[in-house]
């Protein structure tokens, strides 16, 4: 299998967890794997992106432009600066609730980047904050969208690696609210899929 | 076992599985995550430790080597000019264990003040070089490098840059690690830098580069393959990326430098034969494309060589699939790229500058010397750290920023020549042991007048909360005495030396105010542990009765848990540590709660 995967987000929203999830995942089931991750100074609070690339043909760490199979937005400014890596044809899970730079917090409208990624790809739009609630955090959002990915088919890996990694690599008081963060995301993810 | 690692992960399993018996360094990204897996691996028997700084990590590892153990000293690019001392000198002097010298490069630059090349700098000291240009090969090639310092008696650079650092591949490491065996050290007078020996080794260290320019004419990690009368040569990470465009294709001369110096002469000129036009892709300075241009010079080859040199690569920034690409189709003449969705239409996106956290104890501090210095001429010299992120709006808290330690010196500089103000130097707790100290005596034995702020929060944060001196832990999992900054202060001669909690405002600018009041140079220790080592008991709300929607909070302080919903202010809760730095500065009292646990 080769898939390229990007995840982007704001630092702090548990991107790196869920690429470590996916490749782990995407290990177990015999692949070749090769990720990239932003790390240092631009993790306080600026725009991170997680690359993950499934299969042998892939040299370079990280995903070229119009490279990548699925794009997992945590948030959706971030779903718009990131779209020219994404494939044409290819699938976009993004999380709507918007994260507003202190420097600038009546800055943006979600609605018009969430209608702008409409109309270029479709994407699966998913209110994180609301979903989460159940969870007592947003943060859950990093799991959830793992089910999203899984259960709406656009990430080719069996939905029982996932849980086997979520289960090791997630300390052990925390494994329940995150399998059920991550079922609560696979039956987003086949209802979305359902409805195409 | 296979495992799945970071780059930097897997020069620290290929180091161990060298028979590493000592490992030094400095924490500085990209680089800090090597000792760090060197700690989470079993590693019976090898000393580690994070040094106060690169200069004294590689004094410790040198001696080591001199011991005849195997020694590895890790730091980023800025921290090779801090042990460039030890470095020139142990260049002359060489080695017995062998000395790998990990000095990982950042183009872009992404957290770093220069994009200066490693390379240059092996070629500076005259000792060899390794550019690795994926995790796999880091682990195959730090093993080469232990296996050439000894061979050749020097100490050997290695340089990784970012995405070599950053990236994750799988790893066959094996099961169990053992330090090599070693004599000890033995007394000789070669260990003795005198000018007379140095004189003598500078002509051996010459002719021995003649040898290893050959010998690194036939090292793996030099390859050719593909042919044609055009020719990329490429280093480093740029490798990866030139082959991701290139896939399968054949028709174009595919030449990688991994050992940039000695330039591997022989090897090249064979290389070259039938070439007429080269396009030289590395990252930082043009180094390959130099050597390149010398051998055509010494050689007469008649081969046009392009590169940054002649505009063709840019020579500021890092490389990526996306800029070589263009850059190779022009040079090969391909038509036709890949389709890419067209977002030239896309709406205005927010920018996201690095921020401090939300309930970062050094907002506070800097809000407090922001209040107690409001309208009075202050200068404020930041340094290398989280704190440097003190320069953003609204806090606006730093003039100047330019090299670890460099704040406090630079305090003094600013006060020398600017008698009517008031200058402040701030210091991270971490920087403050690496180069701060020296600067504090400096300023008390030059009769200076300034307030040095010491940003204490328990940990060096930027790079990953690696413990340091003043924490009272060690790598080798001891615990052991803390050094006390403000017994250090004292003892150095600071006068007065006022320990506070940024959390607490207004005793805070009490003590700044005290402090900027006084001649001679006073300090204050703003203690509060950093947010990523403590827990919020209880985070701040706001009442939407009470808020009038002036914005304030938001203005004033910066936080990214403050926002603007429905025109009035609202605070996230998951981002909150309930620092309360915000409830200060609320005139109507609409923000409640707020309050954290002590580590």
Redesign the interface.
Same mark, same amino acid.
């Given at each position: 299998m080769n898939s390229d995967i990007l995840i982007c987000g @704001? =630092? =702090?929203q548990g991107t790196v967890l869920a690429s470590k999830l996916i490749?782990?995942a995407a290990?177990e089931e015999g692949n @070749? @794997?090769?990720?990239?991750? #932003?790390?240092?100074?631009?993790? +306080?609070? =600026? !725009?991170v992106t997680s690359h993950v690339r499934i299969g042998s043909s892939?040299?370079?760490?990280?995903i070229?432009?119009? =490279?990548a199979d699925l794009l997992l937005a945590f948030e959706p400014?971030e779903a @718009? +600066?990131n %779209?020219?890596y %994404?494939k044409?044809g290819g699938r976009v899970i993004v999380n709507s609730t918007p994260v +507003?730079?202190?420097?600038?917090?009546?800055?943006?409208d979600e609605k018009?980047?969430l209608s702008?990624l409409e109309k270029? #790809?479709g994407c699966i739009i998913v209110d994180g904050a609301k979903e989460c609630e159940a969870f007592g !955090?947003?943060?859950f959002f990093n799991i959830m969208v793992l089910g999203i990915a899984v259960g709406s088919g656009a990430l080719p890996i069996e939905s029982e690696s996932m849980i086997n990694e979520i289960e090791k690599r997630v300390p052990k008081k925390f494994t329940e609210i995150n399998n059920e963060a991550f079922k609560k995301g696979f039956e987003i993810g086949e209802l979305s899929h359902e409805n195409k | 076992m296979k495992e799945?690692v970071m780059g930097n992960g897997a020069i620290a399993l290929g180091a161990l599985s060298a028979g590493v018996n000592l490992v030094s360094g400095y924490p500085g990204?990209?680089s800090s995550e090597i000792i760090e897996t060197v700690s989470k691996y079993p590693h019976k028997g090898v000393h580690l430790e994070w040094s106060v700084n690169e200069k004294a990590a590689l004094e410790v590892a040198a001696a080591a080597s001199y011991s005849g153990c195997r020694a590895m000293v890790t730091m980023k690019q800025m921290g090779l000019n801090v042990a460039s001392d030890p470095l020139m000198s142990v260049a002359y002097i060489g080695v017995k264990g062998g000395l790998v010298v990990v000095s990982a490069d950042d183009p872009g630059p992404?957290?770093s003040q220069t994009e200066q090349d490693t390379r240059r700098f092996a070629d500076f000291c005259r000792i060899p070089v390794f550019d690795p240009s994926?995790p796999e090969e880091a682990f195959e090639m730090i093993r080469d490098a232990f296996d050439y310092s000894e061979k050749y008696s020097t100490p050997v650079l290695f340089r990784p840059t970012t995405?070599?650092c950053?990236?994750?591949?799988?790893i066959e490491v094996p099961e169990e690690f053992s330090p090599k065996a070693y004599d000890g050290f033995e007394k000789d007078p070669k260990w003795v830098i005198f000018p007379r020996l140095s004189y003598i080794n500078h002509g051996k260290i010459e002719e021995r580069n003649v040898k290893l320019s050959e010998d690194f004419s036939g090292y793996r990690f030099n390859t050719v393959s593909g042919d044609g009368q055009k020719a990329i040569v490429t280093s480093g990470?740029s490798f990866?990326?030139v082959? $991701?465009y290139l896939k399968d294709r054949t028709d174009v001369r595919l030449i990688r430098i991994a050992t940039a110096f000695p330039f591997p002469e022989s090897f090249a000129t064979k290389a070259l034969e039938g070439v007429e036009e080269v396009l030289c892709v590395e990252e930082l300075s043009p180094y390959v494309e130099e050597q390149l241009l010398k051998l055509c010079g010494k050689h007469h080859l008649s081969v046009k060589i392009l590169g940054k040199l002649d505009g063709k690569v840019p020579h500021n920034g890092e490389n990526?699939? $996306?800029s070589v690409?263009g850059i190779i189709a022009d040079f090969l003449g391909d038509e036709g790229g890949?389709?890419?969705?067209d977002?030239s239409d896309?709406?205005? /996106?927010?920018?996201?500058?690095?921020? /401090?956290?939300a309930g970062c104890p050094h907002r506070a501090s800097f809000y407090a010397v922001k209040q107690a210095m409001k309208g009075k001429k202050a200068f404020f010299c930041g340094d290398i750290g989280?704190y440097t992120?003190g320069n953003?709006?609204p806090l606006d808290m730093v003039d100047t920023c330019l090299c670890m330690g460099a704040g406090i010196t630079m305090a003094q500089g600013l006060k020398a020549a600017n008698d009517d103000a008031v200058c402040f130097a701030f210091t991270g707790d971490s920087t403050f042991f690496a180069s701060g100290m020296t600067g504090v005596v400096n300023a008390v034995y030059n009769e200076a007048d300034m307030v040095l702020c010491v940003l204490d929060n328990s940990t060096t944060a930027?790079?990953g909360h690696q413990p340091h001196p003043g924490t009272g832990k060690n790598m080798m999992g001891h615990m052991v005495e803390k050094v006390d900054i403000k017994k250090v202060l004292l003892g150095i001669g600071v006068k007065k030396v006022i320990t506070t909690d940024p959390l607490d405002l207004n005793g805070s600018i009490e003590a700044v105010r005290s402090c900027a009041d006084e001649k001679g140079v006073t300090a204050i220790i703003f203690k509060s542990p950093c947010i990523a080592i403590t827990k919020p008991k209880d985070s701040c709300t706001i009442d939407a009765d009470k808020c009038i929607g002036c914005?304030k909070c938001?203005t004033e302080v910066?936080?990214?848990a /403050?926002? /603007?919903r429905d025109a009035k202010a609202c605070i996230d809760a998951?981002?909150c540590t309930g620092c309360t730095l915000c409830k200060n500065v609320c005139p109507v009292d609409a923000i409640r709660g707020g309050s954290r646990n002590e580590q």
């Open positions: @704001v =630092g =702090g490749a782990a290990m @070749v @794997v090769h990720s990239a991750e #932003t790390i240092g100074m631009a993790q +306080r609070g =600026g !725009s892939a040299s370079s760490p990280l070229p432009y119009g =490279g400014s @718009v +600066r %779209l020219k %994404l044409k +507003r730079p202190s420097t600038e917090p009546e800055g943006y018009d980047i702008y270029k #790809t !955090s947003a943060k | 799945y990204t990209p992404i957290s994926s995405r070599v950053h990236a994750y591949a799988s990470v990866s990326y082959k $991701e990526s699939v $996306e690409s890949k389709e890419i969705i977002t896309m709406p205005p /996106l927010p920018v996201r500058p690095p921020v /401090l956290c989280c992120l953003a709006m930027m790079t914005k938001i910066g936080c990214p /403050l926002s /603007l998951d981002l």
